[in-house]
Structures are given as C-alpha cells and as structure tokens.
C-alpha cells in the first residue's frame, strides 16, 4: 500500500558508468586546467608589475599549455582523490555500490593516466598503491541524475589550510585578518598564485567542508551574497599587498581570487576554515 501516493520511479544507473566517468574525470582534471584558471593567469599576467612574477606567469601558462598538448600532468602531484557526489534521490545505483565505484575509477583513472598516487599509510608511508581511497562526499538532491565533481588536491597547498574554533567576539575583521595572516604565513609553500577558500560557520567538519566547496565557483565569478562579495573583494586585495607573488619570487599576484562559503554557528562559536589551493586548480565534473 502506498497510501493512495505515486509511487516514483526510480532511473537505474550502473556502477560501471560511475566508474569510467570517475576514470575520464581524473585523467581531465589532472591534464587539462580550467579555463577559468587560464583566464585568471592571463589577466594576473597583465597587472603583474615584478619582473619575476611575470615571468613565473608565464612559466605558468606554457606548463598548462604543454600538459594539454602532450597529455601529461599539470603537476607531478596528482593529489588525493577528492570526489563530490550529488545523487538523485530518483537514482538507484545497479552492478555494484557507489563507493566502490568511485573508488575503482580512481584506480583505473591513476593507473591509466600516468597520474602518480600519493595515498599512504600515516605512519609507515606505505603506499596504498592505487591513490584510493577517495574521499568522497555524498549529498542527496531531488531529480534522477547524478553529479560527480573530480577535484585532485596537492599536498603542497592542503599542507597550508587551517581549521580555527574563534571566539565570536573577534567578529567579522577578526575573520579577515585570520585568512590574511594565514595566507602570510603559507608564503611560497602552496606554490600562489593562490585561490583561497573559506568557510565560516558551521561545526568543525562542515566549516572545513564549505571552505573546499568554495574553491569549486569559477575564478572570475562573484558571489551572490553582496556581503561575502564585498569581503572577497576586500581580502582579495589585502592578499595581493602581501608581496608574497608568484612562487613567492615577489610580485602583487599573491591569490588569483577568494572564495567565501557562510552558512550558520553555535551561539558559543564562529568557526573559520581557510582551505589554500594551488595554481594547478583542477576540478572536472559531470552529470549522468
Ligand atoms: S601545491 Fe599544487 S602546484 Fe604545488 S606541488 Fe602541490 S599540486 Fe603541485
């Protein structure tokens, strides 16, 4: 009985698909950098005034340009394997369960793409041989489609984020100055230019969490929120008088954008999540 309600029908999606689009995600994400990275490059080429940080921009810009022509990597860190998931509610997943389907995309994705794997055991430093596990965040969304979002993140930059449970009274130029000092204190280690995510608000996993999904908008793109805008804006500017530049040769172009994420705190709260990304930004996505 159903009560007298339709019944909705579920749309079959098979592991294997998951898998191959994993696979071709990865091998793209790590190959081929964002347009929206390259056009940052290229406007921060023309307002660069370091003679060395425009030559570092350069360098950028003929590294992404090799790596797509060749099909090589962008760097030689391939990174974790960081997988957004949003699945349909109307989905069902058949031939094998999602996660080990991510998971052997990423294998496949490693072993066929020439992508080095960088996953292994905390203490021994063992390889885990095939860069799994993923680490794969799940949210359920209305429809019967899923989208899978491949987002390889560097040791370098990942090295250089913070999670901070601040007092509230620090109040929102407390926020900022966190995020500046942070991104001072990185320098050359996340190789800038930067893109810096931030997430405020939220408990301590989910403000580390927003901070990362920050750094999937598109560079260029403004935030809907004209308060968080405005901050971008301010922060972006404060982090480019740091002089820290390309590499950290010098220069003004210290981040290519900063992305803010807010969502709600604790009353006893205000936690602020700075996640550093480098200028090998790579996400790919798709929806199936
Ligand atoms: S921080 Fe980024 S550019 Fe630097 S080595 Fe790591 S992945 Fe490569």
Do not use: W
């Amino acid at each position: 009985m159903n009560g007298g309600k339709e019944l909705t029908e579920m749309r079959e999606l098979s592991a294997a698909e998951i898998t191959k689009a994993v696979k071709d995600l990865f091998i793209d994400a790590n190959i081929n950098l964002g347009e929206d990275v390259l056009a940052a490059l290229h406007r921060a080429l023309e307002q660069e005034e370091s003679p060395q940080g425009k030559e570092i921009l350069n360098e950028l810009i003929e590294n992404a340009r090799i790596a797509k022509e060749e099909g090589i990597a962008i760097c030689q860190d391939t990174g974790l394997a960081v997988v957004f998931v949003e699945l349909g509610q109307d989905c069902h997943v058949a031939g094998g369960d999602l996660s080990e389907a991510i998971n052997e995309g990423v294998r496949q994705g490693y072993q066929e793409g020439y992508l080095r794997k960088s996953a292994c055991h905390p203490f021994t430093r063992a390889n885990t041989g095939d860069n799994t596990p993923a680490i794969i965040h799940l949210d359920i969304v209305p429809g019967d489609t899923i989208k899978i979002i491949a987002a390889p993140k560097g040791g370098g930059s990942e090295n250089m984020s913070r999670v901070m449970m601040l007092t509230p009274s620090v109040g929102m130029e407390g926020v900022k100055d966190f995020i500046v000092q942070r991104v001072r204190e990185s320098g050359a280690n996340p190789c800038p230019p930067v893109i810096v995510g931030a997430g405020i608000g939220g408990t301590f996993e989910q403000t580390a969490l927003i901070a990362k999904k920050a750094l999937l908008r598109p560079i260029g793109s403004t935030n809907p929120d004209p308060e968080l805008a405005a901050m971008e804006a301010d922060l972006l500017t404060r982090i480019n008088n740091l002089g820290i530049g390309p590499q950290g040769y010098g220069g003004r172009t210290t981040a290519l954008a900063v992305h803010v994420n807010m969502i709600p705190c604790h009353i006893a709260s205000l936690s602020l999540a700075v996640n550093i990304q480098c200028h090998a930004q790579r996400h790919k996505e798709v929806v199936i």
